[in-house]
């Protein structure tokens, strides 16, 4: 009775396992919440403007998507710490500080994915109908949305050099293992998904996007993304 006693006291412990995985969640929490923040431009576009074949429309919507990239940036760079450290992790500090940096030193990934998205609007604003152009419409932003979370990724790893360095690095990521940036939209596409659940939805959706962005980590470190003989360093 005794020894049932004390491993009952020492799983819930302040330090104990319990206690541990609590902060665990509560870190995934606030890193999903942090990146949930900086998608207010898009979800004040989505819920006051929707998508229309207007000029207005299409060039606010493109707009909107600006903060997407540092966002990503700082959400792969919050869920590293958090696989690493868990629950002792500073992880919503890590996310903003790294989306600070995002906005720094990768504002040309996030003007490039604003003008993608502009051109892909306007294609299926004017030739919507063929059902040729919303293949290529759909075929676009999976390869666009692939781009965007291979250049967080090796800036992530590899830091912040020149633009042209990094897209690159990235282009040549994708090539050498076309399997894992197919699982990196996988994932969001799940997560995505997962959001339209009845009830459950909405409550998944604070979490989430944390466990997306340590799914990437995942696949990205189990099949071995970088090369061996790559070096990786924290920017």
Same mark, same amino acid.
């Given at each position: 009775m005794n020894a049932a006693l004390i491993r009952v006291r020492a799983l819930i412990a302040l330090d104990g396992p319990l206690?541990? $995985?609590v902060l665990a969640v509560w870190q995934y929490f606030v890193v999903s919440v942090s990146f949930l923040g900086c998608l207010v431009?898009?979800?004040?576009?989505? !819920?006051? *403007?929707?998508?229309q074949a207007t000029h207005l429309a299409v060039w606010l919507g493109a707009a909107s998507l600006l903060p997407i990239v540092p966002a990503a940036y700082a959400l792969l760079r919050g869920t590293r710490l958090l696989l690493a450290e868990r629950g002792e992790a500073r992880a919503g500090r890590a996310f903003w500080n790294a989306f600070a940096k995002g906005c720094r030193h990768l504002w040309w990934a996030a003007a490039g $994915?604003?003008?993608v998205a502009l051109v892909l609007a306007y294609d299926l604003a004017l030739l919507g109908g063929s059902d040729a152009v919303l293949?290529? *419409?759909a075929a676009g932003a999976a390869l666009a949305a692939a781009l965007l979370i291979g250049v967080c990724v090796v800036a992530g790893s590899d830091g912040f050099g020149r633009p042209v360095e990094t897209l690159t690095a990235a282009v040549k990521a994708i090539g050498r293992r076309p399997h894992i940036p197919l699982s990196w939209l996988l994932l969001t596409g799940l997560g995505l998904a997962a !959001?339209?659940?009845p009830l459950l939805g909405p409550a998944l959706a604070l979490f989430l996007p944390a466990l997306v962005g340590a799914g990437i980590h995942i696949?990205?470190?189990a099949l071995r993304l970088t090369r061996p003989d790559e070096t990786s360093h924290t920017p």
């Open positions: 206690a541990a $995985t431009p898009l979800f004040a576009f989505t !819920t006051l *403007v929707g998508w $994915t604003s003008l293949l290529l *419409v !959001t339209a659940i696949c990205n470190d």
